[in-house]
Nanobody
Framework: QVQLVESGGGLVQPGGSLRLSCVASGFTFSSYAMTWYRQAPGKERELVAHITRTSTTNYADSVKGRFTISRDNAKNTVYLQMNSLKPDDTAVYYC???????WGQGTQVTVSS
């Protein structure tokens, strides 16, 4: 069955960095674009970053220049490097494969001093 397991979240001070990972299984990872989403308390889930099968990337305006999405098809893993974190980045972060209706459990990112 399809599984998506996110990790790497935590508590970090403003200006700090975190690297999230999402390990996928149950489907041919290299055949799917992957997307990171986030959901803050009381807000709708929003797209953060997207990477195609050929590693073309795009980002939400709010994270451009600070976040970098990448993938390692040999490890069935997609990453989200987050730098210069702000309190507004506080949310649960999820990864998702395009066209598949599955979500992982998410990983909590809290940016606070």
């Amino acid at each position: 069955q399809v599984q998506l397991v996110e990790s790497g979240g935590g508590l970090v001070q403003p200006g700090g960095s975190l690297r999230l990972s999402c390990v996928a299984s149950g489907f041919t990872f290299s055949s799917y674009a992957m997307t990171w989403y986030r959901q803050a308390p009381g807000k709708e889930r929003e797209l953060v970053a997207h990477i195609t099968r050929t590693s073309t990337t795009n980002y939400a305006d709010s994270v451009k220049g600070r976040f970098t999405i990448s993938r390692d098809n040999a490890k069935n893993t997609v990453y989200l490097q987050m730098n210069s974190l702000k309190p507004d980045d506080t949310a649960v972060y999820y990864c998702k494969a395009s066209r598949l209706p599955y979500w992982g459990q998410g990983t909590q990112v809290t940016v606070s001093s």
